[in-house]
């Protein structure tokens, strides 16, 4: 059978490649260059094939392909349609914020007058090198006064802290010096909250190893260890964990906690935001929103949340 037989015949099959990817994105394999995770990472772009597929149906004039083309949008809106509809204003007990503020950024206090904006409770922060440790310091201290760091992430808090532990998930494969994980209890009206901070190993996409996730896929497995063994009812996760919610890498950390996805929230790179992989995540209390706020000294824009218990 020819396509020219019936025209729109290659379009209708992409529209339904397209539909079958967003809708069964859970079982493309991750054995080979972890293509599952790459497609998961920047899954909500798939849409972005519908106006070209709509172009071309028009063109041929194809009922076959406009037929067929109602199949990826609908996939699309079942997975996003929550990111259409306007903000709720939710009620909220707490507001944090979120940032990786990049170990070569040449502006600590600039980037702390940013996330003051919204006011946040508690503020965590990654890529926190000795050298900027003091500007840092410094600019939260008159609004923070509690505050704790473990190698280079730390938290700023409104509210007194206690039981500040570094968190170990340090992948096998890094044998140097890596401290990028830590927990607080956090003393809040509500009860005591178990916040951790978590800087997950980066990503790298490459020809001969494809999407490169191992490391950072095992170091998602002891943070999720970690989490599960976390004795609060009340646990807040804010960091950057180098991968999205839809992320399978992520599941061990997925599957205990959640967050608001009614906002894409695209939080990486900071120029051009495609993937939201800077995350506020909660169980014991819900995330009523979260959003990426403006551009700092960082290649990551900060994110910022709102939580109820």
């Known amino acids: 059978m020819r396509a020219g037989r019936f025209p729109g015949l290659v379009t209708a099959v992409l529209s339904v490649l397209v539909a079958g990817l967003l809708v069964l994105h859970s079982a493309v394999p991750n054995t080979l260059g972890h293509l599952g995770s790459l497609l998961e990472s920047f899954l909500p772009w798939l849409g972005l094939a519908v106006p070209p597929l709509l172009g071309v149906a028009l063109l041929r004039r194809s009922a076959l392909a406009l037929i067929t083309l109602p199949l990826p ?18 009620p909220y007990d707490l507001t944090v914020v979120q940032h990786n503020v ?51 992430v730390g938290l700023w808090s409104k509210f007194p802290l206690s039981d500040v532990r570094v968190v170990e998930i340090r992948p096998r494969a ?7 994980g830590m927990r607080a209890t956090v003393r809040l009206a509500q009860g005591d909250v178990a916040v951790y901070v978590a800087h997950l190993p980066s990503l790298r996409l490459g020809w001969k190893h494809g999407f490169g996730s191992t490391r950072r896929d095992g170091s998602a497995e002891k943070l999720g260890a970690a989490l599960a063994a976390e004795p609060l009812d009340k646990v807040l996760l804010l960091g950057d964990l180098n991968g999205t919610l839809d992320d399978r890498g992520l599941d061990p950390v997925t599957t205990q906690l959640a967050s608001d996805r009614s906002d894409f929230a695209f939080s990486w790179p900071a120029p051009a935001p495609l993937s939201r992989i800077d995350h506020v995540l909660a169980r014991g209390s819900t995330v009523t929103r979260v959003w990426s706020l403006p551009r700092t000294g960082s290649d990551h824009l900060p994110v910022a949340a709102r939580i109820r218990f």
């Open 73 to 90: 949008v609908a996939a699309w809106l079942g997975l996003f349609a929550g990111v259409l509809a306007p903000a709720a204003d939710e």
């Open 102 to 152: 990049s170990d070569e950024n040449p502006d600590p206090a600039g980037t702390v007058r940013g996330l003051l904006q919204v006011s946040p409770d508690l503020i965590a922060l990654e890529e926190v090198t000795e050298q900027a440790m003091a500007s840092y310091a410094a600019a939260l201290a008159p609004a923070y006064p509690h505050a704790a760091v473990q190698g280079t």
């Open 174 to 180: 890094i044998v140097d010096v890596w401290s990028r």
